[in-house]
């Protein structure tokens, strides 16, 4: 199983990114999925989530700007990011959520004042 996540970056407060997660070795359209974060000295922590139906959550604090999406027929899921702030910054991480339970490698994001 490969979960292969890109798009991370240096941009500055106010700034969009947009982040994918390329799965292999799942059937991709069978596994709810899920973006996490972690920030330098804390822990990892949930950021969105699509089901396979496409029911989507959120962490409050990224709530109406971010916006988490999926492309079964491409096995990727997506993390749209506007209006990024500094807390923002730290790793991001892709992961399959259920029935499976495995972690992509993680791509950085660090958001500048």
């Known amino acids: 199983v490969q979960l292969q996540a890109s798009g991370g970056g240096l941009v500055q407060a106010g700034e969009s990114l947009r982040l994918s997660c390329a799965a292999s070795g799942i059937f991709f359209r069978d596994n709810d999925m899920g973006w996490y974060r972690q920030a330098p000295g804390k822990q990892r922590e949930l950021v969105a989530t699509?089901?396979?139906?496409?029911?989507?959550n959120y962490a409050t604090s990224v709530k109406d700007r971010f916006t988490i999406s999926r492309d079964n027929a491409k096995s990727t899921v997506t993390l749209q990011m506007n209006s990024l702030k500094p807390e923002d910054t730290g790793v991001y991480y892709c992961?399959?959520?259920?029935?499976?339970?495995?972690w992509g490698q993680g791509t950085l994001v660090t958001v500048s004042s």
């Open positions: 699509i089901t396979r139906r496409g029911y989507t």
């Open positions: 992961k399959t959520t259920w029935p499976n339970d495995y």
